[in-house]
């Protein structure tokens, strides 16, 4: 299995601007999780899913934060518009039903708002 | 409000020596705790677990170890190795209906030197 894959790797934008993050979980993984990482705050749980439904979106920092899951194999993460304060590393993670405490983490996407 | 929390942000230790990682919770529903590494550019990997019916779990050089009275663990790297050279982060689950949900601490990095 490939894993979790996320894209883009790294993103620029300009501040006002619209991104999007992608990430393809494990096959068979029930679980989908969305975070980001700060230096101050560490690992933040954004939001999750199990079954492609959201579970817990309590970690959405606003309402520029955007997450959906149209069906098992993806999900997007979105910021509209953009600000400086969301530059920040973001992770996706998947896990199965059973062991579910173990997620996988996707590489990461570094995003830059200028 | 952090629930986990890692108060050392940075550790040195030399090749051959203990390393030990801190971490201490505030909530008392976290049932199973987890430590993640993470290297420069990847996703956090999973390294090793332990519920709260368990004092101590030992995996090779790792064992981690629970103190529930004082909502402490602690994670004991021997003997250490400069491929060990990560961020570490401690995270907790509580059971109930936040079963999916991981909460995580800020992260320590860790640096052995040859």
């Known amino acids: ?114 | 409000d952090q629930q986990v929390k890692q108060n050392s942000p940075s550790l040195s230790v030399q090749e051959g020596r203990i390393s030990i990682l801190n971490c201490d919770y505030t909530n008392s529903m976290f049932d199973y705790f987890l430590w993640y590494k993470k290297y420069p550019a990847e996703g956090p990997t999973f390294l090793i677990s332990i519920s709260s019916i368990k004092d101590k779990n030992e995996d090779g050089r790792f064992t981690v170890f629970l103190n529930k009275s004082a909502k402490h663990l602690s994670l004991h790297i021997v003997p250490s190795q400069p491929g060990d050279s990560a961020v570490y982060f401690c995270a907790a689950r509580a059971g109930g209906t936040s079963y999916g949900k991981l909460t995580f601490g800020q992260g320590t990095i860790l640096t052995v030197h040859p």
């Open chain 1, 1 to 114: 299995d490939a894993g979790v894959i996320q894209s883009p790797r790294h993103e620029v934008t300009e501040m006002g601007q619209e991104v999007t993050l992608r990430c393809k979980p494990i096959s068979g993984h029930d679980y989908l999780f969305w975070y980001r990482q700060t230096m101050m705050r560490g690992l933040e749980l954004l939001i999750y899913f199990n079954n492609n439904v959201p579970i817990d979106d309590s970690g959405m920092p606003e309402d520029r934060f955007s997450a959906k899951m149209p069906n098992a194999s993806f999900s997007t993460l979105k910021i509209q518009p953009s600000e400086p304060r969301d530059s920040a590393v973001y992770f996706c993670a998947s896990s199965l039903l059973q062991g579910q405490e173990t997620q996988y983490f996707g590489p990461g996407t570094r995003l830059l708002v200028l």
